[in-house]
């Protein structure tokens, strides 16, 4: 394609985006409410599978060992325990250790004069929170282990919760998806149906389709570039807010890092440009045949 052509679809384009400067704008405003929408439940889906794989990643075993090991046992047991498929990390928490923390929890007074009665242990972190059931029969069965807990009950419950928590996500997510491409495409086809005798007229004169298709298409890309931008901003802003709001407040749920967000954002910008030439495409395809 010769150079001054792409400069005539692009002179082309922007002509008719000024030209037609009340539907272009409803065309922007459109495609930024869309997406505005789908990006806000898109921020709520993102943040649920974030939230869940904090929780996730702070399930740990915790392994007792008998009173009755020696440290050529205990190192034997931390061996072992590294050995099994799945483990991330072991930590040994002596006695000692043990018993320092339990005071903080509950004050020096009330153990005052009392003999440590608290086992040595490990704590054992997985490289997937699903394989904590598995990795914890296996270290009962290592000699020298006393006892391992890893809150059953609890874990398969917030498992449960978490992964209904992805599930409504992404349901949320890809009914506003479908939404959005809706509005979006019929924004543009509405567009492009104000100017179906300039397309016929530009057939009858022999003009080929993708010489009809292509300005159309530019300005489908920059009514979606225009209006995921505006949503973009938006969403940026808003998510900003939020962020610092719920760190303010609730110091307790990590949402996902605001860096991590603006690629989302980014994609959000492709995915608006993407859609604005699609739903263009698609509209023009049925003046096309003349």
């Given amino acids: 394609m010769k150079f001054r052509t792409i400069r005539y679809f ?3 384009a922007f002509a008719n985006l000024l030209r037609n400067g009340w539907m272009s704008l409803a065309s922007v405003g459109a495609v930024a409410s869309a997406l505005i929408i789908f990006g806000s439940f898109l921020m709520i889906s993102i943040n649920f599978d974030h939230v869940a794989k904090d929780v996730e990643s702070q399930v740990e075993i915790t392994a007792y060992l ?3 090991v020696n440290q050529l046992e205990i190192n034997q047991i931390e061996y072992q325990i590294k050995s099994i498929t799945g483990v991330k990390e072991v930590t040994f928490i ?3 250790q043990a018993l320092e923390e339990f005071k903080k929890q509950v004050g020096e ?3 005052e004069g009392i003999e440590n009665p608290l086992p040595h242990s490990f704590r054992i972190k997985v490289e997937s929170p699903q394989e904590v059931a598995d990795v914890a029969y296996r270290i009962q069965g290592i000699a020298g282990v006393e006892e391992v807990k890893y809150g059953k009950g609890v874990v398969e419950k917030l498992f449960n919760i978490t992964y209904w928590m992805r599930l409504l996500g992404l349901a949320i997510m890809a009914i ?3 939404i959005s491409v809706f509005i979006i495409s019929n924004t543009i086809r509405i567009t492009v149906f104000a100017r179906r005798r300039e397309i016929n007229i530009m057939k009858y004169i022999g003009a080929t389709d993708w010489f009809v298709r292509w300005p159309f298409l530019i300005e489908g890309m920059l009514l979606g570039f225009a209006g995921s931008l505006i949503a973009m901003t938006f969403l940026i802003i808003g998510y900003n807010y939020l962020y610092d709001t719920v760190k303010l407040n609730i110091p307790m749920i990590s949402l996902l890092p605001i860096e991590e967000f603006y690629d989302y954002s980014l994609g ?3 995915m608006g440009t993407f859609l ?4 263009s495409g698609f509209s023009i395809k049925r003046f096309l045949r003349v």
């Fill in 10 to 12: 692009f002179k082309e």
């Fill in 66 to 68: 008998k009173d009755s």
């Fill in 94 to 96: 002596s006695k000692e």
């Fill in 109 to 111: 007074e009330l153990l």
């Fill in 176 to 178: 506003f998806a479908v």
């Fill in 268 to 270: 959000l910008l492709a």
């Fill in 276 to 279: 604005g030439a699609f739903g």
